[in-house]
């Protein structure tokens, strides 16, 4: 379905890295919210956008379980990004949503859950990790790994240090050889290499896994080194979508349209997708 844009008022903004920026969205109307709190699940994805201007699509960065407000992280990279960035509080912009499937966190309650994200990777797994926090009780042990080229370019830098302080989260950040600071105290390497080194446990453990395709290759080939099956691997490929119905062909892997099939899929299917399309 093509859903008519919703009109949002700009509520916040927040540079998250070098080109990176996050905008927290409230509804202006009670209907467009209540539709979105009856259909949005952790996983989804939008169009944002601006009138006159044209729409990207990205992910739904704040979890289910806060759905007074739409967050997205975004880099900016052309006419509408730019434009995004350029909103004032106050100011309105359009969000035409929620599409996709979603990541079944039902089924990983009374689980052990590994978090593994890369870059500006981050806010779509930060929509199932704070799903999962805002239910701690639900789940077992949950470990984050998450890395970025450089310190600079990692996000949501307040969000990780609240996590490295809690008792209840092992957070495991990195950083590439060569984008450390002398201030830095954290791992020096790429993520699969110190998610090896971490070591964790497949023994009744969910991995979900975002990152850019180089990432997710190789870090796959270290979670099969750790133990684990793909089918409990989850993963997203929302980077490959733009008109998210289905109608661009954009987003295609062999039959598969990642914007109506997914874009949350486990290992196992994207390990039966035609490889030379991802």
């Not at 089918?231 to 914007?259: A, D």
Request: charged residues 25%; hydrophobic residues 35%; glycine residues 8%.
């Amino acid at each position: 379905m093509i859903y008519t844009p919703f009109p949002m008022r700009v509520v916040s903004k927040r540079v998250e890295a070098p080109g990176v920026n996050t905008l927290k969205l409230e509804f202006v109307k009670p209907e467009d919210h209540e539709f979105f709190k009856a259909n949005y699940q952790t996983g989804m994805f939008g169009l944002y956008g601006i009138y006159g201007e044209g729409e990207s699509t990205f992910c739904v960065a704040s979890p289910e379980t806060r759905k007074d407000y739409i967050e997205c992280t975004f880099r900016q990279s052309g006419r509408v990004t730019t434009t995004l960035v350029n909103t004032d509080e106050g100011d309105i912009v359009t969000f035409r949503g929620p599409y996709g499937n979603r990541f079944p966190i039902e089924q990983f309650e009374g689980k052990n859950l590994l978090f593994i994200a890369g870059g500006i990777a981050l806010p779509p797994t930060r929509s199932v990790i704070w799903s999962c926090l805002d239910q701690r009780e639900k789940y077992k042990d949950v470990t984050i790994v998450y890395g970025a080229r450089t310190v600079a370019d990692l996000v949501y830098k307040h969000e990780l240090e609240e996590w490295k302080q809690r008792d209840d989260v092992n957070l495991v950040l990195t950083v590439d050889p060569g984008g450390e600071t002398p201030d830095w105290h954290d791992h020096v390497g790429f993520v699969p290499s110190v998610l090896e080194e971490a070591g964790p446990s497949p023994e009744n453990t969910v991995a979900i896994l975002c990152g850019p395709p180089i990432m997710i290759k190789f870090t796959l080939a270290a979670l099969e080194k750790l133990g684990f099956t793909a089918e409990n691997v989850y993963t997203t490929l929302e980077n490959r979508m733009k008109c998210g119905v289905g109608k661009c062909g954009r987003c295609n892997v062999g039959s598969v349209y990642i914007c109506k099939e997914g874009p949350v899929f486990t290992a196992a299917e994207v390990q039966a997708m035609p490889q030379a399309d991802l």
